[in-house]
């Protein structure tokens, strides 16, 4: 049985919307493309393409000043400031020439380059959002659901485990 490929959807302020698959992603410019990404951001694996080309191909209308991130899978969501994240932040697709595993936050994840320590600032670890769906351009900030205290944290991350033990990758 064959199902249709993962989809990322770029919305919002831009000229207009897209839907890019894993394969349009590795179809751009090699000059955007970060192959193994663990030799930019130590400790993350597979191949990913920076964040700019990406919204550019869309069309970043000039009063765009936020990204939400949104996760549908988990209902997940981070909003940053779009010049902070835009030349920070890599789209993951691929891990050893297959799909990203839903257990590695694919189909697809964005890493930051250099985030800060959980709940340290804008970018910090937890906007390194797995199972990206959709970008969305705003004029102001949009929906963040990111922890904001210890216990918050502590109860998404266990979540997070929880799911990852009953193997993420089932569509069940
Ligand atoms: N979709 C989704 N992305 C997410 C989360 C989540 O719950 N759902 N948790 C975030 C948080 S709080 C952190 S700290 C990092 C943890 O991912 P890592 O273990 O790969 O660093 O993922 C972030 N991305
Ligand atoms: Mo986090």
Sequence with gaps: MSSSPPVLRIDGLVDQALDLTPADLEALPADHQVPDVSRLVPGRKGDGVRLRPVLERAGIAPSANYLTLHADRDDFHVSVPLESVIDQAILIY?????PLE??????IRMIIQDPTACRAGELDDCANVKYLSRLELEERKGRDTRPHDDAE???LHARQA?????GGDSHA
């Design 153 to 155: 944290h502590e109860a």
């Design 94 to 98: 691929r891990h050893e020439g297959k």
């Design 162 to 166: 929880a799911e990852a033990a009953r």
């Design 102 to 107: 839903v257990s590695a936050g694919g189909p």
